[in-house]
């Protein structure tokens, strides 16, 4: 390697910061450290003059570390990186340190002292500096195609996005026709019309203007050349890394061949089977060839396998005339590679028979919501009458009942947030039909917070729905009339009432699809504990996983209403398409690396891993060793916390380039005070010290701040290390444990605090001079309470008494 | 109309008092959706008793009313809302709770406290009468042996029961 010439560059930031630090010393005391070959004041560097000033030295080659001690530094480093790599040197060469909030700020009322600090961080910088290896950029292919794991709304939308924008789209969909919930729906809140409509496509070169919109199954949707429909598939496994995934589909037969199917209808009316119609809610029958509406999108029947006779009847070949008729087709396994996958598998009614009280499945005409949405479809088994399945007569007095295994800690704690909603547009739909039905819902809360969404129950009050505050107990059938009776207690009179009913509407909680547990283990993702795919950060990144190229989209997530779900949709679509649109990953080697020599066979870090970027290789020894995708890798190095033999570094937090920052940052005190180590994550733990400085908050100039990628990097020795190394007591400060930026690291290095006491309880050093702190960036306050705290703790304590005397 | 002063109405230390009692954990988990009231026997029967009304009131506070008036002794625990309450609150047991409270604030039915006396003297709550002794030899039953009244004193006294009631006894 070439000699190392580091080039130190000081912002006073006008007068700012010399009315406390003393640059002069400042200046006299780097420019004698070995390896600075360059020292440089100026009020700012990190654009204008004083950019130019690193640039030149860098272009000179008179320099090959820059060490800039800017004001905020975040913001100021991208400047400063991206000059200096234009500029020639690697980029990964720069330390940014800011000696405003993180020292002459918080220690003004010290001045010396806080010199003295400055003069330690500046060390600490420099001899990182001289430590720092250069570090590539890698880049990796993507294919530019997706694959879309549900055809439900969600799913149809993100591939149209995704198809329109030039990608290769394959949408699959376990069911055999697209659609999904919504389909069954029929109208949706708050617009009130059809709810399988959606945008045309960009291929519908006919009709397309900037506002149509269309059923499905005339939108031109399967026309959309690079889009592929798999129905009646799914995914079965999944194999490979961003950009390059191996997808394992199996498609079950159709037994009828879709691009021959011309849907004549004549297979129906010759098949002799017939069966209860699930999807019209068992509100009329089906026969084994079928199709659940007529506007259907394939358009083409499907034999129910369950049910057909196949070749001891095979009526349907014999009468069909286009010989679309297939009974020898067997299940397919199909291999798609595709860049990107997002999961739209949407969500589904709870199954109400298990709350024994309300007789779901044991009366006839207890219902729930979807099943009256399919009477309510004109397209469906009642063409829009609103019966009681018991005798088909007419319902004329219906009771809604909310919250049905939805804000119920005995099946599923959440509130499913759009069963209101629904409830009020059926009620109202109903209303407006056959004004003279009598409705009344039993609700606990209504939850009308969407836009237009008040409007919905306002409408229904002004229309005559009545409403009762109340849960009901039971819901019981008169023997004599046979009509149902619900018994409840109006809150709000304290009366309980016994509601008689034709018809009563359940409206049960929304749980994740069938399946979904079994996706997620073969995606790798992680579910929630109600169950749902659980997205990166539900605030920043709703339609993201922790897995780069897996995105999330609609009710997969949550329970959603169709708009909520259309953002969803076009969300995930965007950002899987940024991810795509280049054909390739460009991703730092700040990663991981393994010292094979050291590792061996355990299997901590392939475990401990949040990324699942560590996988056991063989070796030609016969044992295994653990291999770190630099793909996958984030950089927290949680996986060098967890190693057992020291096997594993993380390039730029290498443990020679730790330890002489730490020894650096306790070489110099200057205060009468004890020194504080305070270890810090790059993210909420190093930005609180940004925030404490910025709000001019006040700890004395004894502490030390080192920045590391995660507190889960640290290592149980290196705590020890750092009493060696001069520091009186040791701060750890992370993110808060569930919001770490790395899933894991903050808990991880809590343990690992915990551990770390009682080994220094055996060494005879009290456990009180260790402490892990979690708090995020606006906590500055917290910071510098627990600097203070710290200092205070560590007076009482007294010197640190370290066993060999060193 | 009373209105009552909001200050008064939000009294927490009596929730506290009771989510920190044997079988009061779950009260603040209530958000009255009346399931344990359309559930209830004895609600149906007369007005006086609401479990979601004495669950609201000890919420707000009411301490003073909740323990004093006879709602608390009117639960006859067949646990039809403790079966079907939706958040889990553990309302027979709340009840329970509430009912220690009572107690040792020095409230309870003479008929409950008579009870407790039977039960420290003769081991039993209600007394052998001449009565149930004919009939129980009418029907061949043999006679009802004296209960271990020794052994279940000493239950008592470890529960600390005796001591409330001998408080009770000291108060009225």
């Known amino acids: 390697m070439d000699e190392v010439k580091v080039g130190v560059f000081l912002s006073d930031c006008g007068k700012q910061l010399s009315e406390t630090l003393d640059f002069n010393a400042l200046v006299n005391y780097v420019k004698d450290i070995s390896g600075v070959v360059l020292v440089e004041r100026n009020s700012e560097f990190w654009r204008g003059e004083g950019l130019r000033t690193i640039v030149d030295a860098v272009k000179n080659g008179k320099i090959n570390r820059v060490v800039v001690a800017e004001s905020l530094p975040k913001l100021s480093e991208v400047n400063i990186v991206q000059a200096v790599e234009e500029a020639g040197l690697n980029p990964y060469l720069v330390e940014v340190i800011d000696l405003k909030d993180h020292c002459a700020w918080p220690h003004r009322e010290t001045p010396s002292e806080a010199t003295e600090k400055a003069k330690a961080m500046l060390l600490a910088a420099i001899e990182r500096a001289k430590l720092l290896e250069p570090i590539e950029k890698l880049e990796f292919p993507a294919l530019k195609s997706a694959l879309v794991i549900g055809g439900g709304i969600a799913g149809m939308q993100t591939a149209v996005d995704l198809a329109d924008l030039g990608f290769e789209v394959n949408l699959v969909e376990k069911a055999p026709f697209l659609g999904g919930l919504a389909a069954r729906a029929g109208r949706f809140f708050p617009t009130d019309d059809c709810a399988i409509c959606i945008q045309s496509p960009a291929s519908d070169v006919k009709t397309i203007t900037h506002t149509s919109r269309k059923c499905v199954y005339r939108s031109g949707f399967s026309e959309i050349p690079n889009l592929n429909i798999l129905t009646n598939s799914k995914v079965v496994a999944v194999e490979g890394v961003p950009g390059n995934y191996k997808v394992t589909i199996e498609k079950k037969p159709r037994y009828v061949n879709e691009l021959k199917c011309v849907r004549c209808d004549l297979c129906t009316t010759v098949c002799p089977v017939e069966v209860p119609d699930e999807y019209n809610a068992k509100l009329k029958t089906r026969k084994a060839i079928y199709m659940n509406i007529p506007n259907v999108h394939p358009p083409a029947y499907v034999i129910d396998e369950s049910v057909c006779k196949f070749h001891d009847c095979a009526k349907c070949v014999e009468v069909c005339p286009t010989n679309a008729i297939e009974l020898d087709q067997k299940t397919e396994r199909i291999t798609l590679n595709v860049g990107s996958i997002i999961v739209a598998t949407g969500f589904q009614e709870y199954d109400s028979s298990v709350i024994k009280e309300y007789h779901y499945g044991d009366y006839p005409n207890v219902i729930t919501n979807l099943e009256l949405a399919r009477m309510i479809d004109g397209f469906g088994p009642t063409g829009g009458a609103i019966i009681r399945p018991s005798d088909r007569k007419p319902a004329k007095k219906i009771v809604m009942i909310q919250c049905v295994g939805s804000r119920d800690r005995r099946y599923n704690p959440y509130c499913s947030s759009i069963c209101c909603m629904i409830s009020l547009k059926h009620a109202s739909l109903i209303k407006s039909a056959y004004p003279d039905t009598d409705i009344t819902i039993c609700y606990i809360d209504i939850r009308t917070t969407g836009r237009e969404h008040e409007y919905y129950y306002e409408r229904a009050r002004e229309m005559g729905i009545k409403f009762v505050k109340g849960r009901p107990t039971e819901i019981s059938l008169d023997p004599e009339t046979g009509r149902l009776i619900v018994d409840v207690e109006d809150a709000l009179l304290k009366r309980f009432l016994e509601l008689d009913a034709d018809l009563v509407v359940l409206a049960p909680a929304m749980v994740p699809a069938e399946g979904t547990k079994e996706l997620a283990e073969i995606l790798g993702l992680e579910l929630d504990e109600d169950g749902f795919f659980k997205e990166y950060n539900a605030k920043l990144r709703p339609t993201e996983t922790k897995l780069r190229g897996i995105y999330l989209c609609g009710g997969a997530t949550f329970p959603k209403d169709a708009p909520t779900t259309s953002l969803h949709a076009h969300s995930a679509a965007i950002k899987a398409a940024k991810f795509l649109s280049t054909g390739k990953i460009v991703k730092d080697q700040r990663t991981a690396i393994v010292n094979e020599e050291y590792c061996g066979d355990c299997e901590f870090c392939p475990v401990t891993c949040p990324y699942g970027a560590i996988s056991l290789v063989p070796t030609t020894e016969g044992h295994f060793v653990a291999r770190v995708s630099d793909l996958l890798c984030e950089g927290c190095g949680v996986c060098v916390g967890t190693c057992p033999l020291n096997a594993i570094e993380l390039r730029h937090s290498r443990p020679n380039q730790m330890l002489a920052q730490m020894k650096a940052l306790m070489s110099v005190n200057g205060t009468s005070k004890p020194l504080v180590l305070a270890i810090c994550c790059s993210e909420c733990g190093h930005t609180a010290v940004d925030s404490s400085g910025m709000a001019m908050m006040r700890y004395p100039a004894n502490v030390r701040v080192m920045k590391v990628p995660c507190t889960g990097i640290l290592q149980v020795h290196q705590f020890l290390e750092a009493f060696k190394v001069g520091a009186q007591g040791v701060m750890v400060v992370g993110c808060k444990s569930d919001g770490c930026h790395y899933e894991v690291g903050s808990q991880k290095a809590q343990k690992k605090v915990e551990l770390a006491k009682m080994l220094l309880k055996e060494y005879g050093i009290e456990p009180e001079r260790l402490e892990m702190f979690n708090m995020v960036f606006i906590e500055g306050d917290k910071f510098a309470e627990a600097a203070q705290m710290m200092t205070e703790r560590l007076e009482k304590l007294g010197p640190l008494q370290l066993m060999g005397g060193s | ?172």
């Open chain 2, 1 to 172: 109309m009373e209105y009552v002063r909001a200050e008064k109405t939000t009294n927490l230390t009596f929730s506290n008092m009771i989510t920190s009692r044997l079988g009061g954990e779950t009260i603040t988990l209530c958000y009255q959706c009346g399931t344990c009231a359309s559930s209830c026997p004895v609600a149906k029967l007369t007005p006086r008793f609401n479990p979601r009304e004495l669950i609201k009131l000890s919420l707000l506070g009411e301490k003073d009313e909740v323990i004093s008036g006879d709602a608390i002794w009117l639960c006859c625990s067949c646990y039809n809302c403790q079966e079907r309450c939706p958040q889990k609150v553990e309302i027979a047991d709340v009840i329970y709770a509430l009912r220690n409270i009572a107690l040792e604030e020095g409230y309870i039915p003479n008929i409950y406290s008579e009870f407790a006396s039977a039960l420290l003297n003769d081991g039993r709550i209600v007394k052998v009468s001449k009565f149930v002794e004919n009939k129980r030899s009418a029907l061949g039953l043999p006679s009802l042996q004296p209960t271990g009244v020794d052994a279940i004193r000493k239950i008592l006294s470890a529960t600390g029961f005796n001591k409330l009631q001998q408080k009770k006894e000291e108060t009225s």
